[in-house]
């Protein structure tokens, strides 16, 4: 499949800072009516927002920064142990309503294209598999996205992120495990399980570490510690 790309300029960018390695890929959905509205806030001067690129529902691909230099799409954000992740991440809005108005499942056309459009940025940049995040894993206590319906399993078959062959063994402190897998440790366990399983338990979402809960990050840690 080859990516129909968009040329439509945001002007809500910064240079990168100085020695900046872009080590993270950060995705997103735009949580707006619709694609069109979020184009527009996503280039609009006054909302200070913006990303890299955003894949329409159709397939579609919009390039609105590039990529050397940083959008304004992570806000306060950690992974691994890095905070202020805009600096050396690239950040994709994939197009849904979103939980506020009105989540629903993202089109195989739009994953295809989202596929293609990650194979591309990762052969570019050495972005290493445990560094394919989803907003809600670096800001757990503030945002839900790309969420539960986002085939990040499908991803991962495409070579994108990681996902585990098979569960690990259901002990172990959840709050470590966690920590080990990239997220920070210093926010309430429910919240922290809920961003968690947005990502790699999506057909559970409650916010318990129960024994497939544990199971399931302990598979994800070693996987991230590989
Ligand atoms: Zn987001």
């Not at 800072?17 to 993270?24: D, L, Y």
């Not at 969420?147 to 002990?171: H, S, T, V």
């Not at 926010?187 to 399931?216: C, K, M």
Request: charged share 20%; net charge negative.
């Amino acid at each position: 499949m080859t990516l129909r790309m968009i040329e439509h300029p945001s002007p809500n960018h910064e240079p990168r800072p100085e020695g900046a390695v872009v080590e993270v890929l950060m995705l997103h959905y735009t949580g707006m009516r619709s694609g069109p509205e979020a184009l527009a806030r996503l280039c609009d001067p006054a909302a200070i927002v913006s990303s890299h690129y955003v894949v329409e529902e159709d397939g579609r691909v919009f390039r609105l920064v590039p990529e050397a230099l940083k959008a304004r799409h992570a806000g306060i954000s950690h992974w691994r142990g890095h905070s202020a992740l805009n600096a050396t991440s690239i950040g994709i809005e994939i197009v849904n309503p979103g939980h506020e108005w009105g989540y629903r499942h993202f089109p195989a056309m739009q994953m295809a294209a989202l596929a293609d459009l990650c194979l591309e940025i990762l052969a570019r940049h050495p972005i290493p598999a445990r560094n394919v995040v989803g907003h809600s894993d670096v800001a757990p206590d503030r945002k839900q996205d790309p969420g539960e319906f986002f085939d990040w399993q499908g991803l991962a078959a495409n070579g994108i992120g990681l996902w585990p062959q098979r569960d690990g063994p259901a002990k172990g402190d959840p709050l470590a495990l966690l920590g080990r897998i990239g997220y920070r440790t210093d926010l309430p366990l429910d919240v922290l399980i809920t961003a968690f399983q947005r990502h790699w338990r999506p057909e559970e979402v409650n916010g318990l570490a129960d024994a497939g809960t544990l199971a399931r990050l302990q598979a994800v840690a070693a996987l991230a510690e590989a």
